[in-house]
């Protein structure tokens, strides 16, 4: 079952993944945050702003195929992947620096996706 879930599971975290790195895209290009029309009426003509929404879209479809069709229990704890794949991802697209307690805990999080999946 295992064999089955992983690969889902690696595309929907991937899909998580991508669209915060385009949601933070996005904003960076709307300017200063606030609560007007202006602002939002920026982000809804943002290409990385509607590509997000377009990768989180499709992730919950796969998010729902997954629950459906396999065991909470071990689909659930696989989306800790995507926090991986995030810090990768925020090391690779913004250039910050990891600090070696989250390298830790990145190992944690892959020793318990491992176990999970036993």
Same mark, same amino acid.
């Given at each position: 079952?295992?064999?089955? +879930?992983?690969?889902?599971?690696?595309?929907?975290?991937?899909?998580?993944? &991508? !669209?915060?790195? +385009?949601? /933070?895209?996005?904003?960076?290009?709307?300017?200063?945050?606030?609560?007007? $029309? !202006?602002?939002? !009426? %920026?982000?809804?003509?943002?290409?990385?702003?509607?590509?997000? &929404?377009?990768?989180?879209?499709?992730?919950?479809?796969? $998010?729902?195929?997954?629950? /459906?069709?396999?065991?909470?229990?071990?689909?659930?704890?696989?989306?800790?992947?995507?926090?991986?794949? !995030?810090?990768?991802?925020?090391?690779?697209?913004?250039?910050?620096?990891?600090?070696?307690? %989250? $390298?830790?805990?990145?190992?944690?999080?892959?020793?318990?996706?491992?176990?999970?999946?036993?």
């Amino acid at each position: 079952m295992i064999l089955k +879930l992983l690969p889902i599971s690696l595309l929907q975290c991937m899909l998580l993944t &991508g !669209g915060q790195v +385009l949601m /933070k895209f996005g904003l960076q290009k709307a300017g200063d945050f606030s609560f007007s $029309w !202006g602002y939002f !009426g %920026r982000l809804l003509i943002n290409w990385q702003f509607i590509c997000c &929404g377009i990768c989180f879209a499709i992730g919950s479809v796969l $998010w729902m195929y997954i629950i /459906k069709n396999f065991p909470l229990n071990m689909a659930y704890p696989m989306v800790s992947l995507s926090y991986v794949m !995030g810090m990768f991802a925020a090391m690779i697209f913004f250039h910050e620096q990891i600090p070696m307690i %989250r $390298w830790i805990g990145v190992f944690l999080i892959l020793s318990g996706c491992v176990l999970i999946a036993k």
